[in-house]
């Protein structure tokens, strides 16, 4: 039986944490399934802060580490 077609998850360290996501995310993505709000937030993949503009293209790989530091306002 083969498995073609068939949903794949991947393990990333997220914040410290493994956790498991759908494999073919991009950073973009991954906020949307994380339901975090992308405007104050900067994400950093494999030691390397990524800008925005490359959120939708940068994808997330099996073993990758991301830190997503959420800005917070107040005084």
Same mark, same amino acid.
């Given at each position: 039986? #083969?498995?073609?077609? %068939?949903?794949?998850? !991947? =393990? !990333?360290? /997220?914040?410290? =944490?493994?956790? $498991? @996501? *759908? ?5 973009? #993505? /991954?906020?949307? !399934?994380? +339901?975090?709000? *992308?405007?104050? @937030? %900067? !994400? &950093? /993949?494999? +030691? =390397?802060? $990524? +800008?925005? %503009?490359?959120?939708?293209? +940068?994808?997330? =790989?099996?073993? %990758?580490?991301? &830190?997503? $530091?959420?800005? $917070?306002?107040?005084?």
């Amino acid at each position: 039986m #083969s498995n073609t077609g %068939a949903a794949v998850d !991947i =393990e !990333i360290i /997220l914040n410290g =944490e493994k956790r $498991v @996501v *759908p494999a073919g995310l991009t950073l973009q #993505s /991954l906020l949307e !399934i994380l +339901r975090v709000e *992308p405007d104050r @937030v %900067a !994400i &950093e /993949l494999n +030691r =390397e802060i $990524v +800008r925005r %503009a490359h959120w939708p293209s +940068r994808a997330v =790989e099996h073993g %990758a580490e991301l &830190e997503i $530091v959420q800005f $917070v306002g107040g005084g």
